[in-house]
């Protein structure tokens, strides 16, 4: 379905704000903001199969390599288990080598994830292994000034069956762009 209708819907307890999600295989991992809950759902029914603890924010997910990897708001990915959601490892991400904080909102597409860095029209590609950010995408202009007054910052990065090709809204944003990123 492409025209954005709402197929179904899953409630979360009111204690819970949920944010990043990801599917893995069968299954979806879904994140809690605040609460350090990872909810494990059917892929097929969405029903919940169980939970996880973690510690601090979930902000981002995304599923790479046989690993998930989850953004908490500071300058860290950390690396779980898909199966267990158990800690495997961090990387601090780096551009020119000082941290990039607040990563937000994660897309994990061939070997590389990209995080949109929270309150900013920017997107960065990182390697995963090493840290390292090894593409900016500045995202600003995409919408006019009349949409722009009313909208909140860019906060959805999602790719899409087309190569190259991803999806990207934010907050109380009326619109969702179609984009490939290109070199300037």
């Given at each position: 379905m492409?025209?954005g209708a709402?197929l179904e819907?899953v409630?979360?307890p009111?204690r819970?704000f949920?944010?990043?999600i990801?599917?893995v295989g069968d299954?979806?991992?879904?994140?809690?903001w605040k609460?350090?809950?990872?909810?494990l759902?059917d892929r097929?029914?969405?029903?919940e199969?169980?939970?996880?603890s973690?510690?601090g924010?979930?902000?981002?997910l995304c599923?790479?390599g046989g690993r998930?990897?989850?953004?908490d708001?500071?300058?860290?990915?950390?690396f779980?288990?898909?199966?267990?959601?158990?800690?495997?490892?961090?990387?601090t991400?780096r551009?020119?080598g000082?941290p990039?904080?607040?990563?937000?909102?994660?897309?994990?597409?061939?070997?590389?994830v990209?995080a949109?860095?929270w309150?900013?029209?920017r997107?960065v590609?990182?390697?995963?292994?090493?840290?390292?950010?090894?593409?900016?995408?500045?995202a600003s202009?995409?919408?006019d000034?009349s949409?722009?007054?009313?909208?909140g910052?860019l906060?959805?990065?999602?790719?899409?069956?087309?190569?190259g090709?991803f999806?990207?809204t934010?907050?109380y944003w009326?619109k969702m762009?179609?984009?490939?990123?290109?070199?300037?």
């Amino acid at each position: 379905m492409t025209n954005g209708a709402e197929l179904e819907r899953v409630e979360l307890p009111s204690r819970f704000f949920g944010e990043g999600i990801t599917v893995v295989g069968d299954r979806i991992w879904q994140l809690s903001w605040k609460s350090g809950t990872a909810f494990l759902r059917d892929r097929a029914t969405l029903r919940e199969k169980r939970r996880a603890s973690y510690d601090g924010e979930g902000w981002g997910l995304c599923s790479s390599g046989g690993r998930l990897v989850m953004s908490d708001g500071s300058e860290e990915l950390t690396f779980r288990d898909p199966n267990t959601f158990a800690e495997r490892g961090r990387v601090t991400v780096r551009l020119g080598g000082e941290p990039v904080e607040e990563l937000n909102e994660l897309e994990c597409v061939d070997g590389s994830v990209w995080a949109n860095v929270w309150k900013t029209d920017r997107i960065v590609r990182i390697d995963p292994d090493s840290g390292r950010v090894t593409a900016v995408v500045n995202a600003s202009g995409l919408l006019d000034e009349s949409a722009e007054s009313g909208a909140g910052v860019l906060n959805g990065t999602a790719a899409t069956d087309a190569e190259g090709e991803f999806l990207l809204t934010g907050k109380y944003w009326p619109k969702m762009f179609r984009v490939r990123f290109v070199p300037e």
